[in-house]
């Protein structure tokens, strides 16, 4: 099935830094969705990107939908410790609104 | 967005066992989904949770193993089968109000061991 690869796999940064994460795909989607897991938690909707070269932002946190549509990136500004956790990019695939997901990348904020 | 509810939040359960994980929703949704999370990994889907009517299950997994219940549009269940330590995983129920690829919203889930 579709795989998606997640860049990094984890992180460590700096409180204030800003973080930039992205995921890649061989096949074609016509939406990018981003979502963050904290600890003992189901994932949160982040971002939903529905067209190629969308950019779109929800405070911090921008995302684009890349131009091929094989590809989005997440990038998160000033960085704060409540950032901390999974970051998931899915996809549709097939009928129905399924959801394949991404391999996840994991960031910590060190004070 | 949905308020959607799992219970247990937690188990620990016996190798051969069945358990059934619930999942409840404060509004009506058209479409209902189970995942399984396996230790440090993404989020793998088990099936579509379809109104009175079978679910559809993905590749690798069978009804015998994961039953699945939809009685109406607010209320599901999935029933871990004769477990195995393999089987030690989250379980996640999430939701979409419409089938035309709108994004899903998750329940916080279900941490099942299995000793």
């Known amino acids: 099935g579709q795989q998606l690869n997640q860049s990094p796999q984890s992180m460590f940064i700096q409180e204030g830094e800003d973080v930039s994460m992205n995921c890649t795909s061989s096949s074609i989607f016509n939406t990018w969705l981003w979502y963050k897991q904290d600890p003992g938690e189901g994932p949160v909707l982040l971002i939903a990107?529905?067209?190629?070269?969308e950019l779109t932002s929800n405070g911090r946190l921008t995302a684009q939908f890349g131009i091929t549509r094989k590809d989005s990136f997440l990038n998160i500004s000033a960085s704060i410790p409540s950032d901390v956790g999974i970051y998931f990019c899915?996809?549709?695939?097939?009928?129905?609104?399924?959801?394949?997901f991404g391999t996840g990348t994991r960031l910590q904020v060190t004070l | 967005s949905a308020v959607i509810s799992q219970k247990p939040s937690r188990d620990i359960c016996q190798r051969g066992t069945s358990l059934t994980i619930q999942c409840q929703v404060d509004?009506?949704?058209?479409?209902m989904f189970w995942y399984r999370q396996q230790p440090g990994q993404s989020l793998t889907l088990i099936a579509t949770a379809n109104q009175g009517s079978e679910a559809t299950y993905e590749s690798g997994f069978v009804i015998d193993k994961f039953p699945i219940s939809r009685p109406n549009l607010t209320f599901s269940t999935l029933t871990v089968s004769n477990m195995s330590p393999e089987d030690s995983s989250i379980y996640l129920c999430?939701?979409?109000?419409?089938?035309?690829?709108?994004?899903?919203?998750f329940g916080d889930g279900t941490r099942l061991s299995i000793l």
């Open positions: 899915a996809v549709h695939t097939g009928t129905a609104s399924k959801l394949t």
């Open positions: 509004s009506q949704v058209t479409m």
């Open positions: 990107l529905y067209k190629a070269g």
């Open positions: 999430s939701v979409a109000v419409s089938s035309s690829n709108q994004p899903q919203h």
